[in-house]
């Protein structure tokens, strides 16, 4: 088993997703430990309300309120569309999971359109980005979607990290001209990580209403959450929920998920791992003389390889998404261990 | 703690929903078994293939299609949005949980109208429901929703049971009108043991085409089903799904609760536990002259009682739903053993 | 011509509804009129400038938006999504347009539900249609539809007026648990004559919100209108209709329409014609002992017909609906002159 | 007035838009004379069968449905919601009225996303425009949505025309795809007279299935249309444009306005008028050494102009858009006579 005490050797290296990587013992555990007694279904229990005190310490926020979700395209779909009127538009990074990967999730629940946009070199919305968009928008024009929310990625989909300063400085552009902002954090922890600031930092405090935050790709069961820093939304929300099918009965899972997730700083060192994982991959491949396309910061890089290589290491019992024909992504997770890494360079280093 | 081995006299009693017990044991195992190395995300994993073969010869039918979803409302309204074109009308009954309980979640996935329709006293259609439904349509008349789809309940909101040749004759109607069948199965497995059929029986041999398996109200952890008699619907409901946010990641974690759940007729027996005990309650009910609204057949009844007795029901430590002034609704689970009813039935009768 | 200088005898006479009638002249010389040298598209032209100043002297309020439309569905399904959230319900009687007759419009606009409500005998909610659906409603519970907005028909689909005191009995029951107010106006200038009141009367002082205001069924060519007593949701519908495709781009044609309809009465004058041919008729019904389900008051009346006298008029060359077997709608119009009724008279009188 | 008698240097010049137009007297005559007796509503009108008559004479095709409405955005939305399911992805030009000024019409109507794509040097797709496009499309996975439908504009946006094998080519690659063909024919008319083509070339002989037709812009009061060459989705759209309220109740007065409109050639003719005067003016303004970003062949042209010479043509009484600091719109009509021509070049020679 992979990441597991068994025989690495035998088994293929898993570099496709985190979302391949199973759960975090510590997890496992905390929903075993909710199947105690009778509560009452849809969030009205005890471990939700644990889960509402944790999110407020972690955030250092005092008006939060947190909705837990089966999936980041929820999340993300949700939220927003509790962030825009049907006639809004959402500005994102051209890359952005929302608009790529998302299938029109945000258009189905919020009627809204998207409008991506370029950025700098590495994934990333900068202020000019939206200070384009908004020169060529025609205000109050009814024949245009208006610009509502904007949301960024933290990391990226390209493996990359906003630092603080930026994403402050989009979000500051945004709420100038009276645009809320969301932050799509499917692995949010790997960014804390690298940035090493506190949550509150790399949300609210750099002008984020609302959060998508991931916990299945860093080790959760089943669940994400979003957000709220301003409960306002909060009563929107339980409705958007609920008639997306959103809402589970026996939210304690989901909510005691989450609630371990953030506890003693397990996120952050499950993401710790991750990161270092492919950071030892990446140093790895250089030694090969291969590189990645984005500095790769979290634990995702994209890589540039020789067709033949690309071909070598699958067959070598590697698993990794092969984005284009001489480019490749790699994905490590909490169960990436150096063990694991250590094999994964062994066998791309006979083949390379 | 409830049903546990704890000391009952000290804990509330728990009927208000099965929604509020925890999880079978064994769901329990095969969610943690599913942790073994990594294995593909979004439903292409072994784990998920196993749902579909056993699902398959469950139901004895060979082109089945199986959607792990997150709560019943999203099986159902999915499930019925992959059954009615924008104009079209769902017609259940008025009682139904998809027109009483889900705020509108079949409109926002179909954007059709829900048309509830009279039945008989005890919650469900009849044929004659749907041919007074007909006999005042306009058929092909573009001012009026056209009926699509007929949506029936198994067991029904009121705790009632179709027999088998009432829910195929009501669907025979529709069928001949050229509308589809739907089935909110929420506690499918509560009915067949009543009516000791095959599982093939009570859905596509008496015309379902889609079938909302419920799981969570019955003892798994987080997850139900829509279930596809026929895939033809398959590819339209993946896309359905994903853009709902309703395609959980690490699916194999639902796909193994879900394969636990119908492997050795687990689901029967928690089934059979929860009927068991509504049965108890309400022969001990009936010795203090307190009488059901309906033959409760499944694991859940409602109960005619005088609101000073309900209020010294709750005072002694039995958590209920009160529906009306002088009406009860009270709801067994898996969980509900010998041991918790005779505790309950001593309160209540201190107390009648 | 039916209404024309023609020979009446020659022709089929038209009672199947006030659309199959044609244009008022003064209205067609406004259209006329208004081919004037060029003109802003999208309403910033000087004759839908004129328009607002119009509705706001006719309706004697100060504060009105006013968006021309080309159908009374427009009106009603825009109309009420600008007062709902998504997950809200709307309030209307069981027989209204906006839940029989519009194929879902209002579901489609504002993904809201439909809540038909029972009313009096004459197609009229009443204060006791929204006491009883407050009292059955699960306020604040997110897995229930929230009422958001009540819709009230004047006159009713079944050709009855509300008293000005029981539009604002229920209007004030909506008002005091938060809702908005709703009136279809499809034909209110026939409700008008008949109550002999102000038009501010019965819409913003009966507290009414948002009134549909029909042209088209009682002479216009084109057009009806979303009137907002209180601009503030006019933003809102602005981007609402534009991208439901209901802003024409020669929307002055429209405004020409409808401030001529507006002007030194016009609309009530066509209105008293139409309105006085069903009273005529009606009378002369009732010395061949056929009566009306309601007292007809406006210009439509339902009638309970022996089934071949039915058949006997319509080979007679007279034009009806037939409701049932035994019951016909008859409609009048500002086209059918007093010659006209007495040659429907001369027919049915011959055959019934 | 414009266009009409009276003294033309007292009046300003409208170069603004082809909708600030008014009405060709042959079809304010259609509308008068169609108000001839009673008729059926909805469509059921002898009007409305002769348009169909007409239009399946005209583009000379044994099966289509025509669709009146009111509006070029009504007639793309709904026509494209026929086109594609919720999934799936409309493929335009990032030009294109549909993603840029409909205010995301297409997302309300369909669900769907638009893909704007980028195509040749003057506003056009190109076939490698869809191939591109498909070879970054990730087909069947349920993650993205997938192409179903490419919308052309003919005219485009840029006032530039497809030759015919541009168009075909284009429409070609997406037929094999499997996707649909939409063409945006707001402006056809002046296409056609360029092209001149039959109407069947451009439509369905290209492999168009769906057209909006334009009308008002060309001399039209108040009426599009949606064109269906083959009649399959004749039914679905009947049901999608009632419960959008684009079902006009005295739809004759619409079809009687595209009856006239497509009659004898009227079409054709007033897009002459209106391209031979954008073409004398770009003529004229050559002279002044102001050239077209396009060469401009229908009755729309940019032009590179000097922001003092804007000023000054603005100042001299000549209307139009302003797309940039040195970039205006110039758009001709129906009206735009010789003279009038003679007297906007005579401002503008004055001032440049």
Redesign the interface.
């Known amino acids: 088993?992979?990441?597991?005490g068994g025989d690495l050797a035998a088994?293929?290296i898993?570099l496709?997703?985190d979302?391949?990587?199973?759960?975090a013992p510590e997890i496992?555990a905390a929903?075993?430990a909710?199947?105690?007694?009778?509560?009452?279904?849809?969030g009205a229990d005890p471990w939700t309300a644990r889960l509402h005190e944790r999110v407020a310490a972690v955030f250092d926020h005092d008006d939060v309120a947190v909705f837990p979700?089966?999936?980041?395209?929820?999340?993300?779909?949700?939220g927003l569309s509790a962030l825009t009127?049907?006639?809004g538009?959402v500005l994102c990074h051209e890359t952005a999971h929302v608009v790529?990967?998302?299938?029109?999730?945000t258009?189905?629940f919020s009627?809204?359109?998207?409008r991506p946009l370029p950025g700098d070199d590495h994934g990333r919305l900068v202020p000019g980005s939206l200070v384009d968009a908004f020169a060529t928008t025609r205000w109050g024009d009814?024949?245009?979607?208006?610009p509502a929310v904007v949301s960024m990625t933290q990391p990226t989909d390209r493996g990359t990290v906003y630092p603080l300063d930026q994403l402050g400085a989009v979000a500051d552009v945004a709420r100038q001209r009276g645009l809320l902002v969301h932050l799509d954090g499917a692995r949010l922890a790997n960014a804390i990580v690298v940035l090493g600031c506190a949550p509150a930092d790399v949300t609210w405090r750099s002008g984020v209403d609302v959060l998508s935050l991931g916990a299945?790709?860093n080790g959760a069961?089943?669940t994400d959450a979003i957000v709220c820093f301003g409960a306002v939304r909060a009563e929107?929300l339980?409705?958007?929920?609920?008639?997306?099918?959103?809402?589970?009965?026996?939210m304690r899972?989901?909510s005691a998920q989450l609630d371990a997730y953030l506890t003693d700083g397990l996120w952050l060192r499950l993401a710790t791992v991750a990161n270092e994982a492919m950071a030892t991959l990446a140093d790895g491949l250089a030694g090969l003389d291969i590189h990645p396309l984005h500095p790769p910061t979290v634990n995702m890089g994209f890589f540039r390889v020789a067709p033949p290589v690309i071909d070598a290491w699958a067959d070598a019992g590697v698993?990794f998404y092969r984005m284009a024909k001489d480019e490749v992504r790699l994905v490590t997770s909490f169960?990436t261990t150096p063990d694991v890494v250590a094999e994964a360079l062994r066998r791309m280093s006979a083949t390379a």
């Open positions: 088993m992979i990441g597991g088994v293929r898993e496709r997703s979302n391949a990587a199973g759960v496992l929903v075993a909710a199947d105690a007694g009778g509560a009452m279904a849809y979700v089966v999936s980041g395209t929820a999340a993300n779909a949700i009127p049907p006639w538009a790529v990967n998302e299938s029109g999730a258009s189905l009627s809204a359109v998207m009814n024949h245009q979607s208006q299945t790709k069961l089943s929107e339980s409705y958007r929920l609920k008639r997306a099918g959103h809402v589970a009965s026996k899972f989901q698993d169960r």
